[in-house]
């Protein structure tokens, strides 16, 4: 009979200990997942913006930390913000314990772990290929064009500015702007808005704030005008 007791503690003991980790890792899910658990650390008018969108799309609930460039150098010099981001650069997501970095990561990380409502397609479904085509054609393509004329004709003093080499710059970033208004077939990328949307849109709203060269972008400027009609868009461009 000691014996049976005994083996019937133990049992019950484990089945403590177990329902103790799952409800504790339960509870860590719930902060994690419930209230403000994402934590964005932004600059007014960068990448930040396409994160914030996002979240807004989704009225999902997070914190937001906006900070400033440090405006002779362009960059958040705080050695807090270097703790979050070894380069010191922004967006950073703040959530779960851990800092994410890349503004395609965090979009992408956001639609997996939360409802993504609808803005990624199904892997399975038809658009699934042009969906990740136009959502990566942003960090990998576009934003490098934009980069090069902001680094050498906003960041570069005038003295030392090489116009020859801004010109070429800005003729690949035509090109490159040029592609998407002749892709530009439906109101969005891949018909229903999405979240290669968001990228592009926000890359856009950059490469239209150092002024675009070609004055015949008709579909680009009109798709310009569709997302920036989107109130979440607008909160974004507000709250960063
Ligand atoms: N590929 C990165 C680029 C991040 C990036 O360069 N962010 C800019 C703001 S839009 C920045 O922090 N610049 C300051 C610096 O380079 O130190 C991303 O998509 O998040």
């Known amino acids: 009979m000691q014996v049976l007791n005994a083996e019937k503690n133990e049992i019950l003991q484990r089945i403590r200990i177990r329902f103790f980790f799952q409800t504790s890792s339960l509870l860590k899910k719930i902060e994690d997942f419930g209230g403000k658990m994402l934590k964005v650390h932004a600059v007014a008018n960068s990448r930040s913006v396409r994160v914030i969108w996002l979240l807004e799309e989704l009225e999902l609930n997070y914190e937001l930390n906006t900070m400033d460039f440090d405006q002779s150098v362009g960059k958040v010099l705080s050695e ?4 979050r981001h070894p380069l010191g650069k922004v967006p950073v997501l703040e959530t779960a314990g851990q800092y994410i970095w ?3 990561a965090i979009v992408q990380y956001i639609l997996d772990t939360q409802n993504d409502n609808g803005l990624k397609p199904a892997a399975s479904s038809g658009s699934y290929g042009k969906y990740l085509q136009w959502f990566h054609y942003c960090e990998g393509t576009l934003m490098p064009a934009a980069v090069n004329v902001i680094s050498d004709q906003f960041f570069t003093p005038e003295s030392d500015q090489d116009h020859e080499r801004i010109a070429k710059e800005r003729a690949v970033l035509d090109d490159v702007l040029s592609v998407i208004d002749e892709e530009l077939t439906e109101d969005y990328l891949i018909g229903d808005f999405s979240a290669a949307d968001i990228m592009i849109g926000d890359a856009i709203r950059l490469a239209k704030a150092i002024g675009w060269q ?27």
């Open 80 to 83: 807090e913000h270097k703790k």
């Open 214 to 240: 070609n004055s015949s972008y008709t579909n680009l400027e009109s798709y310009y005008a569709r997302l920036e009609s989107r109130p979440p868009f607008l909160r974004a461009l507000e709250l960063s």
């Open 102 to 104: 890349e503004s395609g």
